[in-house]
């Protein structure tokens, strides 16, 4: 075992079949997180191009966002640790071998509206299950880390996007729970998207040391994955109509407007810098466990996360689109509703 990275390897004469077996099995359940971009990536394509009726060809070319995270993260680990080179061929086989398969050899299976709002909302929980339970076999402290700390922060985001009125959920109506104007399924979301973004960042953390030492860049590559995988998740939630963007708001990227995109950096690297400055001053080593006095440090700085976070979205926003754009005009709107509420 490599003392660095953790990593079993094998010498390629030592595989069999039987080892071989065992060895892809232990590759995929030992790194899920990351695997799982490419597993979304090949879903979703799947989805786009034989669920959707008439299918949507146009969004395939989305899957090259997470299968870029995927197959940075193997190769650095074949680069600047010790996987080997029959791994990371067998991943860059896999993430262009397999999408070119799938969009050349598929089967029209169309699907309803309904059928797929549905799978979509609850295949949210599925996902949290599959994390849950990889998380508490290699280190269960980060279940509370990620879907609990990291859940109280995205069901704030979440919800607070849907307050400000940049978009609604009311479609997605089997999760949802009041007092929350968003669905349990899209903040449950955040936390899996927070748990594979850092997995994947720990990774390049204990192969990089430049990155190791910034906790402001290790937080932008958190933003970072967290976004390439949602630019292919958001153009087919918002095709479906899981969330229904506010009419002002142009669409830029298959109908996703610009600031969705914009608002996952500013929640995300804020969130990230304060993580990994948490871990610094308490001295956890990246993927290390988290005691509970750790998460109560992260929790009482959260509220700060979400200030930076706001300062910096309504900051970004107003250098892209003016002070008469749509988003500062929706900011304003909810701003003069609040002064005159009773």
């Not at 979440?158 to 899209?186: C, Q």
């Not at 204990?206 to 958001?234: C, E, H, M, N, Y």
């Not at 142009?250 to 990230?272: D, E, I, K, T």
């Not at 700060?304 to 706001?310: D, F, I, R």
Request: charged share 10%; proline share 6%.
């Amino acid at each position: 075992m490599d003392p660095i990275t953790s990593e079993n390897t094998l010498p390629a004469e030592a595989l069999t079949p039987g080892t071989a077996f065992k060895a892809a099995r232990n590759e995929l359940w030992r790194h899920l997180p990351a695997w799982m971009f490419f597993i979304y990536g090949v879903l979703l394509l799947n989805t786009e191009l034989t669920n959707f009726s008439p299918a949507r060809a146009d969004l395939a070319h989305t899957i090259v966002f997470p299968l870029l995270v995927f197959v940075i993260y193997q190769v650095v680990r074949f680069t600047h640790g010790t996987g080997s080179r029959r791994l990371v061929l067998t991943s860059l086989v896999l993430a262009f071998g397999l999408p070119a398969l799938t969009f050349f050899f598929h089967t029209p299976s169309p699907l309803s509206h309904d059928a797929l709002l549905r799978i979509y909302e609850w295949s949210n929980f599925g996902w949290a299950a599959l994390l849950i339970w990889h998380l508490w076999r290699h280190q269960r402290t980060h279940v509370a880390l990620f879907f609990g700390v990291g859940l109280l922060y995205g069901a704030a985001l979440e919800n607070g996007g849907i307050i400000l009125g940049f978009f609604h959920e009311t479609n997605l109506s089997d999760t949802m729970v009041r007092p929350f104007v968003a669905p349990v399924a899209t903040m449950i979301g955040w936390s899996v998207v927070l748990s594979m973004a850092t997995f994947i960042t720990w990774g390049l953390r204990k192969r990089l040391p430049w990155l190791r030492r910034s906790a402001l860049l290790s937080a932008i590559a958190v933003g970072s994955f967290a976004t390439l995988l949602d630019l292919q998740i958001d153009p087919i939630a918002t095709a479906v109509g899981c969330w229904v963007w506010h009419h002002t708001l142009p669409g830029w990227f298959h109908g996703v407007p610009l600031v969705n995109f914009v608002a996952w950096m500013c929640a995300l690297v804020p969130f990230g810098y304060v993580m990994f400055r948490v871990q610094e001053r308490r001295g956890l080593r990246d993927g290390a466990a988290w005691k509970p006095d750790d998460l109560l440090a992260l929790l009482k700085w959260t509220p700060a996360g979400l200030v930076l976070a706001a300062l910096v979205f309504m900051v970004a926003t107003l250098v892209i689109e003016g002070v008469s754009g749509p988003s500062w005009t929706l900011l304003n709107t909810f701003t003069a509703r609040l002064v005159s509420a009773p």
